[in-house]
């Protein structure tokens, strides 16, 4: 079963950057669909972003157009969150997962992801 494995989160200064990168751990197919979420302490699990594989297709939460930027490497199998003028609220634990087998507003509708990754923490100082 393919695995996801995320890394690039840290500590920031509110207003700086961080890449987040998600990489599967076989080859993926343009059918995919990768999405990004995120948990803080005490709150729901928070949708983020998603993309096609093939990169046709994005999608932001509002609270993150314009500072987020979600895109993929096919020749990597990975998939990236970059952040910008990151703010104290994008504190949280950020997970990569992937859908497949259903389209693209079937995903988006749903929410629903079939395989996770183990997640990893970004924290945004004031």
């Known amino acids: 079963q393919m695995q996801l494995v995320e890394s690039g989160g840290g500590l920031v200064q509110a207003g700086g950057s961080l890449r987040l990168s998600c990489a599967a751990s076989r080859r993926t197919f343009s059918t995919y669909i990768m999405g990004w979420f995120r948990q803080a302490p005490g709150k729901d699990r928070e949708f983020v972003a998603a993309?096609?594989?093939?990169?046709?297709?994005?999608y932001y939460i509002e609270s993150v157009k314009g500072r987020f930027t979600i895109s993929t490497d096919n020749d990597k199998n990975t998939v990236y969150l970059q952040m910008s003028n990151l703010k104290p609220e994008d504190t949280a634990l950020y997970y990569c997962?992937?859908?497949?087998?259903?389209?693209?507003?079937?995903?988006?509708?749903?929410?629903?992801?079939?395989?996770w990754g183990q997640g990893t923490q970004v924290t945004v100082s004031s």
């Open positions: 993309i096609t594989w093939s990169g046709s297709s994005t």
């Open positions: 997962a992937v859908a497949s087998g259903r389209t693209w507003d079937q995903v988006l509708k749903s929410r629903e992801f079939d395989l």
